[in-house]
């Protein structure tokens, strides 16, 4: 693979004045693809640096895992935006950025004589994206506050338990929040993409709600057309089957048997080629009626005497789709992550480092980042002021010593 070492969004400066998850998420994926990202905190860092786990980096001092799995390759200024001081920072440096994202409930950035209008109007190019639970158009939870399980559970897709009367559970990684984040993304890039052509700037509205929702297309589309709920989860799904996660010996496997020929590979390798050309399995919908009296004695009986592992390579192996469930750990040090290059390396201030999920887009050519790694508040404060506020070096070395402006200890 020939090797560029230009990234796709060299230049790009962001301003990033995120929270918790559904804003780091995404300027992350903007700092991947080769963004200049400036986190711009609150003094003393943004909250989720005290958030576990708590790890120890090489100078002995404490960090955030939490805030360290989100931040990678961003530059950091801390500002007070409540004084006029900090505010006036904030929009000398919006003239010099292309990209403002915020995830502050609705009003908040306005009442901080911040919001799009103000920043926009100091930078007609600027993109401005916000991510809210409900958005920023009148609308009766505009107002609501929201992490992740808010929109989850509001769009439907934690009633969707497979088995009904179980309680709703969170479905694991926070969809809420990671779902609204790629659209984020998305809408960015095709504001900057309409800046090339129109010169101008957009506001990109965001809310976590309508995010869900279009994850949940399937069972809004069931609901509409049948007036029934889709169950996730469940081992028969009425178009197709064997469909779901299944007992093995030493844990689950996943299978999804679509058509004729992927059952027939099945039943083969059970050791059961008549049910391959039974006719009352010959369809989707057939095999999920008598799945419980006719395939699942078969089936769980074979799979009872293999492990995962062994029984997703072999229905690989003659085109059956299936994985093996694994856990974190697992997955981390699978051999397919390693060689898709998505376990990278996060590295602490003082250069400590821990493997996390790399960046899940490829480009060829390819381009050369630098090293993945996290700073400490403030800590590139007078470079930030000089470069992207445009400061005189003087200038900004006298506004760093003004109360409304920390950066990190030099000690």
């Known amino acids: ?39 711009v905190e609150p003094l003393g860092g943004e909250e989720t640096r005290t958030l576990h786990p708590i790890l120890k980096d090489d100078d002995d001092k404490e960090i955030s895992g939490y805030f360290l799995r989100l931040n990678r390759r961003k530059r950091s200024v801390c500002l007070d935006l409540r004084s006029p001081e900090g505010r006036d920072a904030l ?4 003239k010099g950025a292309d990209v403002v994202v915020e995830n502050y409930r609705p009003g908040v ?4 004589g911040i919001g799009a209008d103000v920043l926009m109007k100091a ?3 600027l993109i401005f994206c916000a991510i809210s639970g409900f958005g920023q158009t009148a609308s009766p939870n505009r107002d609501w506050p929201a992490f992740n399980l808010v929109p989850e559970a509001m769009a439907g897709v934690l009633s969707q338990s497979p088995t009904p009367g179980v309680p709703p559970r969170p479905v694991g990684p926070a969809l809420g929040d990671l779902f609204p984040s790629m659209h984020a993304v998305s809408g960015i890039l095709m504001a900057l993409l309409r800046r090339h052509t129109t010169g101008q700037g957009s506001l990109v509205d965001i809310a976590m709600y309508d995010s869900m929702l ?23 799904n009425p178009n197709l089957a064997p469909y779901g996660y299944f007992p093995t010996k030493d844990g689950w496997v ?5 058509p004729n020929r992927q059952w027939e590979s099945l039943c083969k390798l059970m ?5 391959g050309v039974d006719e009352r399995l010959n369809s989707g919908s057939g095999r999920s009626t008598h799945f419980k009296d006719l395939i699942e004695p078969v089936l769980f009986a074979w799979l009872a005497e293999r492990g995962k592992e ?13 994985a093996p469930v694994r856990n974190a750990s697992e997955a981390l040090q699978c051999e397919q992550a390693r060689v898709r290059g998505m376990v990278a390396e996060v590295h602490a201030p003082a250069g400590k480092s821990w493997k996390v999920a790399g960046s899940p887009v490829r480009l060829s050519p390819a381009f050369d980042l630098p090293e993945a790694s996290t700073v400490r508040p403030g800590q590139n404060t007078l470079e930030v002021l000089t470069e992207v506020a445009r400061m005189t070096p003087d200038d900004a070395r006298q506004f760093v010593t003004d109360p409304t402006l920390r950066t990190a200890p030099t000690h």
């Open 254 to 258: 996943c299978i999804a048997v679509g």
């Open 310 to 322: 062994e029984i997703a390579a072999e229905l690989a192996a003659v085109g059956v789709p299936a």
């Open 123 to 125: 930078n007609p190019r």
């Open 214 to 236: 279009s994850l949940n297309e399937m069972a809004l589309g069931v609901a509409s057309m049948t007036g029934g709920e889709l169950l996730y989860g469940q081992r028969v």
């Open 91 to 94: 929009i000398e440096l919006a």
């Open 1 to 39: 693979m020939t090797t560029s070492s230009i990234p796709p969004l060299q230049g790009i400066v962001v301003l990033d004045l995120t929270r918790f998850m559904s804003g780091p998420y995404a300027t992350m994926l903007l700092a991947d693809a080769g963004a200049d990202v400036i986190k």
């Open 271 to 275: 050791g059961h080629p008549e049910m």
């Open 109 to 112: 950035m306005n009442k901080l």
